[in-house]
T-cell receptor
Framework: NAGVTQTPKFQVLKTGQSMTLQCAQD?????MYWYRQDPGMGLRLIYYSASEGTTDKGEVPNGYNVSRLNKREFSLRLESAAPSQTSVYFCASSPTGFYGYTFGSGTRLTVV | GDSVTQMEGPVTLSEEAFLTINCTYTATGYPSLFWYVQYPGEGLQLLLK?????DKGSNKGFEATYRKETTSFHLEKGSVQVSDSAVYFCALSNNNDMRFGAGTRLTVKP
């Protein structure tokens, strides 16, 4: 089915390790987003890409980097994981914000 | 900046009860308004939306009306089912910047 695919679904890292979360969409959407979801704090925007070739910081970008590899793919990298980055990470895409977002099923990350 | 405030949960209802989840917003200009639903272990799904004042969004028996005079977008359903148990998020989009409320957990008991 068409939509947003995130990998992996679960991951456990040790403090200081690095990893990349992958996201791909097949709806030809221009904009893509990375959010983290923490209990009691709703969704917070980490980074977004309004169009291929552009990326911008969101509300909580520290400790993360992103790459918009092409129109379909938008990856999120943790260079040196910290316990504070334990969270559920969601990728989303949209033709524009006017239409609402399509979300992936999430990556549950635990940093020990 | 733009923001969304929704009623705190959790909300617990019996099957077939009437549901209201309040949502108010603060924004410049004319944002689009949304309700998303998140079932356990899944991502958010768009439930309904409204793009201008007095528009009513509806889907799966849920509805919400864009009230500019009260800056509100309350979610309602006339008769909830156990399968409606989920977390509901109100959101607004202004100039491609989506802001989410904190979410309201709904539990429906048989």
């Amino acid at each position: 089915n068409a939509g947003v695919t995130q990998t992996p679904k679960f991951q456990v890292l040790k403090t200081g390790q690095s990893m990349t979360l992958q996201c791909a969409q097949d709806m030809n959407h221009n904009s893509m987003y990375w959010y983290r979801q923490d209990p009691g704090m709703g969704l917070r925007l980490i980074y977004y890409s309004a169009s291929e070739g552009t990326t911008d910081k969101g509300e909580v970008p520290n400790g993360y980097n992103v790459s918009r590899l092409n129109k379909r793919e938008f990856s999120l990298r943790l260079e040196s994981a910290a316990p504070s980055q334990t969270s559920v990470y969601f990728c989303a895409s949209s033709p524009t914000g006017f239409y609402g977002y399509t979300f992936g099923s999430g990556t549950r990350l635990t940093v020990v | 900046g733009d923001s969304v405030t929704q009623m705190e949960g959790p909300v617990t209802l019996s099957e077939e009860a009437f549901l209201t989840i309040n949502c108010t917003y603060t924004a410049t200009g004319y944002p689009s308004l949304f309700w998303y639903v998140q079932y356990p272990g899944e991502g958010l799904q768009l439930l309904l939306k409204a793009t201008k004042a007095d528009d009513k969004g509806s889907n799966k028996g849920f509805e919400a009306t864009y009230r500019k005079e009260t800056t509100s977008f309350h979610l309602e359903k006339g008769s909830v089912q156990v399968s409606d148990s989920a977390v509901y998020f109100c959101a607004l989009s202004n100039n491609n910047d989506m802001r989410f409320g904190a979410g309201t957990r709904l539990t429906v008991k048989p």
